[in-house]
Nanobody, 123 residues
């Protein structure tokens, strides 16, 4: 069984930065993909970024490309999302998730989810 726990959210001014962390307990196979998603009030959960646990290959949503960076520390079993140049439209609850099958931008294809961490960007 895999459990995920996010941390690092908070309130930040537009243009600022935050780093989200996701602690992974249980086994994450090298073929697993760790994803970050976000959900704003009244909106559907949307893909933000993902990384292959083993190879470290990454993908980003167009809306965050160039501003956000995903990384992982296999030894510490942590996944990070460095968010720079934050905008008001980045305000959402951010979730990390694990997909045993591979890359996907579809939330329903992810097998495990954390509880989420709130990010609020004030303008």
């Amino acid at each position: 069984q895999v459990q995920l726990a996010e941390s690092g959210g908070g309130l930040v001014q537009a243009g600022g930065s935050l780093r989200l962390s996701c602690a992974v307990s249980g086994r994450a196979f090298s073929s697993s993909v760790m994803g970050w998603f976000r959900q704003a009030p009244g909106k559907e959960r949307e893909f933000v970024s993902q990384i292959r646990w083993g190879a470290g290959t990454t993908h980003y949503a167009d809306s965050v490309k160039g501003r956000f960076t995903i990384s992982r520390d296999q030894g510490k079993k942590m996944v990070y999302l460095q968010m720079n140049d934050l905008r008001s439209e980045d305000t959402a609850v951010y979730f990390c998730a694990l997909n045993r099958q591979g890359f996907s931008v579809t939330p329903s294809e992810y097998d495990y989810w954390g509880q989420g961490t709130q990010v609020t960007v004030s303008s």
